[in-house]
């Protein structure tokens, strides 16, 4: 079982720019297609970008496209998102979540993946 912890968020003015890193433990990150989901208040969690077990495929919701980039270094267990040009629209909890299931698809429901971490938050200010 992976244990996944997120970090990397904070408080940027709009149009700023930040990292989230997620850390995975106790699995094989590289059997892992990996997510970042996004929740923010009295809303639902939402889908932002997911990326292949090897990180040669990515999907992107269309709301990040173009702002936003998901990598993954398996050599390090970590997944990345770096997130340009943000927006208020942005500003929200951020999770990463691991799909165990060995499919081609990268899945853009949560209900699809297995482990999440406790989330990380981001503030984009006006």
């Known amino acids: 079982q992976v244990q996944l912890v997120e970090s990397g968020g904070g408080l940027v003015q709009t149009g700023g720019s930040l990292r989230l890193s997620c850390s995975a433990s106790g699995g094989t990150f590289s059997s892992y297609s990996m997510a970042w989901f996004r929740q923010a208040p009295g809303k639902e969690r939402e889908f932002v970008a997911a990326i292949s077990r090897s990180g040669g495929r990515t999907n992107y919701a269309d709301s990040v496209k173009g702002r936003f980039t998901i990598s993954r270094d398996n050599a390090k267990n970590t997944a990345y998102l770096q997130m340009n040009s943000l927006k208020p629209e942005d500003t929200a909890v951020y999770y990463c979540?691991?799909?165990?299931?060995?499919?081609?698809?990268?899945?853009?429901?949560?209900?699809?993946?297995?482990?999440w971490g406790q989330g990380t938050q981001v503030t984009v200010s006006s």
């Open positions: 979540a691991a799909d165990a299931t060995m499919t081609w698809a990268l899945r853009d429901r949560s209900v699809y993946y297995d482990y």
